[in-house]
C-alpha cells in the first residue's frame, strides 16, 4: 500500500529533526513489495533537500531478500547519498556495510575510513524482525556523537512504528470498504425478497378470508381459517417492521460526511421492532388469556397434526400485566413453537398459567404481584452444559447436532422483550414438575422435558 499522506507529513517532521540536529542530508526510504528471490527497491518517501532524491546514484538503493530468515539482513548502500556540491569533500567513501540500530565497527580499521562512517548514519525501520525501509542522515564537516545517534535512532523507531499503524490503518479502510459494498448488496437482494415475498402474503391472507366465510360457525375448521388470516395479518406486520429496520440500516450504511456512525446504529438500535421504548413498557397492559387465545388455536391445530396433546389450565379471571401485546404474542409463540418442535409425537404439552400475591416467595422473580405463564414439553430435555448458553444468540448446542431446524434466536429474542417489559424468564430442565396441571401430573415423566416460565409483573 502507498504511504498516505499523513505518515508522508510525519516523515517530513521527522526528517527537519534530523536536520535540526545538524544533518545536510535526511530521508526516509520505504520498501516497495518484498518479492521472494529478488531485490525490494527503496522508494524515497521524505527527502531534504529534495533535489537529493532525483540524483541515479540515490536510485539504486535496494534491500535484498533473504529466503532463509524472517529477520533481513541489513541493507548495502551501493551509493552515499548525495550532498550538495558545496558541502561534499573528496575522496569520500560509502561504508562497506551499513550499520544497524546501534553504530557498529567497520571493517575498514584505517581512522579515516571510521572517521566517514561516523558522517553517514543509516538506520533500518524495522518491525518485529522486518526491515520496512531506512532512515539515512549525513554531514560533511563533522562526525555524529553518541546522543545525537541515540536520536536519530529513536525517530526511526517512531517511522517504523508509525508505517506498521499506517500500513494497518489503511487495510482495515479497505476491508471496511469491501464490508459496506458486501453490506449494500445484501440490502439490495433483501429488499428484492421482500417485495417478492409480498404477492403470496397477500394471496394467502385472502384465501383465508374466502374459506372462513365458507365455513359455518359450527364447522371446527372455521377457527383454523381464521387462523390462517391472523398469521398472515402477524407476517404482514413484521415484513413492515423489517422493512423499516432495512431502510434504517441503509440510511446507516451510506452516512454523509460528518454524520456520527455510533450515534445513528443506535439509533436503529432503539427503532429495532424486537425493542420497546421505555414508555411502552411503563403504560403497556394486557391480559395474558387474551393474548394466549389465538396462540392456542394455532398450537392445538399443530399439535393434532403432529398427534401430540396440548393441555392448558389458564385461571380466567387474572388481572391484566404490563406488558405490551404483540411482544407477548412474540414471546409465548416461541416458547410454544419450541415446544411443539422438541416434543416426540405421542406426548404431552401443558400451558400453565398462574397468579402470584405480594406475599408470596419466589427465588425466580422479586417483583410481585405478578403472573407467571410457564410452557412445559416431554421432549428429551437440555443438556446441563447447555443450560447457560441457552439464551445467547444463535446458540443451539446439541440440539445442532439433530436433523431439528433452528436459527438459535428465539430465545435469545424472548428474554430480550421480556426485560424490556421489565419481567424475567427462567428454565427448568428437567421438567418442573410445580407447572405441570395438576389433574395430569401423572402423565408426564418428571425426569425429561423441560419447562419455561415466564414472569410479568401486575398492572396496578
Same mark, same amino acid.
Given at each position: $500500500? %502507498?504511504?498516505?499522506?499523513?505518515?508522508?507529513?510525519?516523515?517530513?517532521?521527522?526528517?527537519?529533526?534530523?536536520?535540526?540536529?545538524?544533518?545536510?542530508?535526511?530521508?526516509?526510504?520505504?520498501? +516497495?513489495?518484498?518479492?521472494?528471490?529478488?531485490?525490494?527497491?527503496?522508494?524515497?518517501?521524505?527527502? /531534504?533537500?529534495?533535489? *537529493?532524491?532525483?540524483? &541515479?546514484?540515490? +536510485?539504486?538503493?535496494?534491500?535484498?531478500?533473504?529466503?532463509? @530468515?524472517?529477520?533481513? %539482513?541489513?541493507?548495502?548502500?551501493?551509493?552515499? %547519498?548525495?550532498?550538495?556540491?558545496?558541502?561534499?569533500?573528496?575522496?569520500?567513501?560509502?561504508?562497506?556495510?551499513?550499520? @544497524?540500530?546501534?553504530?557498529?565497527?567497520? !571493517?575498514? !580499521?584505517?581512522?579515516? #575510513?571510521?572517521?566517514?562512517?561516523?558522517?553517514?548514519?543509516?538506520?533500518?525501520?524495522?518491525?518485529?524482525?522486518?526491515?520496512?525501509?531506512?532512515?539515512?542522515?549525513?554531514? +560533511?564537516?563533522?562526525?555524529?556523537?553518541?546522543?545525537?545517534?541515540?536520536?536519530?535512532?529513536?525517530?526511526?523507531?517512531?517511522?517504523?512504528?508509525?508505517?506498521?499503524?499506517?500500513?494497518?490503518?489503511?487495510? $482495515?479502510?479497505?476491508?471496511?470498504?469491501?464490508?459496506? !459494498?458486501?453490506?449494500?448488496?445484501?440490502?439490495?437482494? $433483501?429488499?428484492?425478497?421482500?417485495?417478492?415475498?409480498?404477492?403470496?402474503?397477500?394471496?394467502?391472507?385472502?384465501?383465508?378470508?374466502?374459506?372462513?366465510?365458507?365455513?359455518?360457525?359450527?364447522?371446527?375448521?372455521?377457527?383454523?381459517?381464521? *387462523?390462517?388470516?391472523?398469521?398472515?395479518?402477524?407476517?404482514?406486520?413484521?415484513?413492515?417492521?423489517?422493512?423499516?429496520?432495512?431502510?434504517?440500516?441503509?440510511?446507516?450504511?451510506?452516512?454523509?460526511?460528518?454524520?456520527?456512525?455510533?450515534?445513528?446504529?443506535?439509533?436503529?438500535?432503539?427503532?429495532?421492532?424486537? @425493542?420497546?421504548?421505555?414508555?411502552?413498557?411503563?403504560?403497556?397492559?394486557?391480559?395474558?388469556?387474551?393474548?394466549?387465545?389465538?396462540?392456542?388455536?394455532?398450537?392445538?391445530? =399443530?399439535? *393434532?397434526?403432529?398427534?401430540?396433546?396440548?393441555?392448558?389450565?389458564?385461571?380466567?379471571?387474572?388481572? %391484566?400485566?404490563?406488558?405490551?401485546?404483540?411482544?407477548?404474542?412474540?414471546?409465548?409463540?416461541?416458547?410454544?413453537? #419450541?415446544?411443539?418442535?422438541?416434543?416426540?409425537?405421542?406426548? +404431552?404439552? /401443558? =400451558?400453565?398459567?398462574? /397468579?402470584?400475591?405480594?406475599?408470596?416467595?419466589?427465588?425466580?422473580?422479586?417483583?410481585?404481584?405478578?403472573?407467571?405463564?410457564?410452557?412445559?414439553?416431554?421432549?428429551?430435555?437440555?443438556?446441563?452444559?447447555?443450560?447457560?448458553?441457552?439464551?445467547?444468540?444463535? /446458540?443451539?448446542? &446439541?440440539?445442532?447436532?439433530?436433523?431439528?431446524?433452528?436459527?438459535?434466536?428465539?430465545?435469545?429474542?424472548?428474554?430480550?422483550?421480556?426485560?424490556? $417489559?421489565?419481567?424475567?424468564?427462567?428454565?427448568?430442565?428437567?421438567?418442573?414438575?410445580?407447572?405441570?396441571?395438576?389433574?395430569?401430573?401423572?402423565?408426564?415423566?418428571?425426569?425429561?422435558?423441560?419447562?419455561?416460565?415466564?414472569?410479568?409483573?401486575?398492572?396496578?
Amino acid at each position: $500500500m %502507498p504511504a498516505s499522506s499523513e505518515f508522508v507529513k510525519l516523515c517530513r517532521s521527522q526528517v527537519a529533526i534530523a536536520v535540526s540536529l545538524g544533518a545536510k542530508f535526511s530521508a526516509v526510504y520505504l520498501t +516497495q513489495e518484498l518479492v521472494e528471490g529478488s531485490e525490494a527497491k527503496l522508494v524515497p518517501i521524505a527527502v /531534504y533537500p529534495e533535489t *537529493s532524491a532525483e540524483s &541515479e546514484e540515490n +536510485q539504486g538503493l535496494r534491500l535484498p531478500s533473504s529466503e532463509s @530468515s524472517t529477520v533481513k %539482513p541489513v541493507p548495502r548502500l551501493l551509493a552515499p %547519498p548525495v550532498l550538495p556540491v558545496e558541502e561534499s569533500t573528496a575522496g569520500a567513501i560509502a561504508p562497506e556495510r551499513l550499520p @544497524s540500530n546501534e553504530r557498529g565497527s567497520n !571493517q575498514c !580499521q584505517g581512522p579515516e #575510513n571510521v572517521w566517514q562512517q561516523r558522517r553517514q548514519i543509516v538506520t533500518p525501520l524495522i518491525h518485529e524482525g522486518t526491515v520496512m525501509g531506512l532512515l539515512v542522515s549525513g554531514r +560533511q564537516d563533522r562526525p555524529w556523537n553518541e546522543p545525537e545517534e541515540a536520536q536519530i535512532q529513536q525517530i526511526a523507531r517512531t517511522l517504523a512504528l508509525a508505517c506498521i499503524l499506517d500500513q494497518r490503518s489503511q487495510w $482495515m479502510q479497505q476491508e471496511l470498504g469491501a464490508t459496506r !459494498q458486501i453490506q449494500a448488496q445484501v440490502y439490495d437482494t $433483501m429488499h428484492n425478497l421482500l417485495h417478492q415475498f409480498k404477492s403470496p402474503l397477500t394471496a394467502l391472507r385472502t384465501f383465508g378470508k374466502l374459506l372462513a366465510r365458507r365455513l359455518v360457525p359450527e364447522d371446527k375448521n372455521r377457527n383454523v381459517a381464521f *387462523s390462517i388470516v391472523r398469521e398472515s395479518d402477524r407476517l404482514q406486520e413484521l415484513l413492515g417492521q423489517f422493512d423499516r429496520t432495512v431502510d434504517t440500516g441503509e440510511v446507516n450504511l451510506r452516512l454523509p460526511s460528518g454524520t456520527s456512525e455510533k450515534a445513528t446504529s443506535l439509533e436503529l438500535i432503539r427503532h429495532s421492532p424486537l @425493542s420497546l421504548s421505555p414508555a411502552t413498557n411503563l403504560k403497556d397492559s394486557c391480559f395474558v388469556i387474551e393474548v394466549l387465545k389465538p396462540l392456542l388455536i394455532s398450537a392445538e391445530a =399443530i399439535a *393434532s397434526e403432529r398427534h401430540l396433546k396440548l393441555l392448558a389450565d389458564i385461571p380466567a379471571d387474572l388481572p %391484566p400485566v404490563s406488558a405490551n401485546d404483540r411482544a407477548l404474542r412474540e414471546v409465548l409463540s416461541n416458547l410454544i413453537d #419450541n415446544a411443539l418442535k422438541y416434543t416426540p409425537a405421542g406426548r +404431552q404439552i /401443558y =400451558i400453565k398459567v398462574r /397468579y402470584e400475591a405480594a406475599d408470596g416467595d419466589r427465588a425466580g422473580y422479586s417483583q410481585l404481584p405478578a403472573i407467571a405463564i410457564a410452557v412445559s414439553d416431554t421432549g428429551s430435555g437440555i443438556p446441563p452444559q447447555d443450560l447457560e448458553h441457552l439464551f445467547e444468540r444463535h /446458540y443451539r448446542g &446439541e440440539k445442532a447436532q439433530t436433523e431439528i431446524p433452528g436459527t438459535g434466536l428465539g430465545l435469545a429474542i424472548a428474554r430480550d422483550l421480556v426485560r424490556q $417489559m421489565q419481567g424475567e424468564i427462567e428454565v427448568f430442565s428437567p421438567v418442573n414438575p410445580e407447572w405441570l396441571p395438576s389433574a395430569e401430573t401423572h402423565l408426564y415423566p418428571t425426569d425429561r422435558g423441560t419447562t419455561f416460565v415466564v414472569w410479568l409483573p401486575v398492572n396496578k
